[in-house]
């Protein structure tokens, strides 16, 4: 076998391997249906308080209009 077929084989089995590779390190379980509107309107309000309350202890810098900082804990 040559380092060409070698690197072919490699290269056409890389993503199902990968696919593998993350299915059995992943501990939390795969979420296969989508979120209802009252969930996604909950989950968006705790996240834009987290968001304010990180501003207001001073974890988020602004650089410039598109670039943040944010320090995690």
Known sequence: ???S???DWIF??????ERDILKDGREQHV??????????H????LCMKRWK????E???????E???YYEFD
């Open 1 to 3: 076998m040559s380092m």
């Open 5 to 7: 077929e070698l690197n």
């Open 12 to 17: 056409s089995r890389k993503g199902s391997v």
């Open 31 to 40: 979420r296969l249906r989508a979120r209802d509107k009252e969930e996604m």
């Open 42 to 45: 909950i989950l968006d309000e």
């Open 53 to 56: 309350k990180a501003e207001q």
């Open 58 to 64: 001073g974890k988020i810098r602004y650089v410039n």
């Open 66 to 68: 598109r670039v943040w």
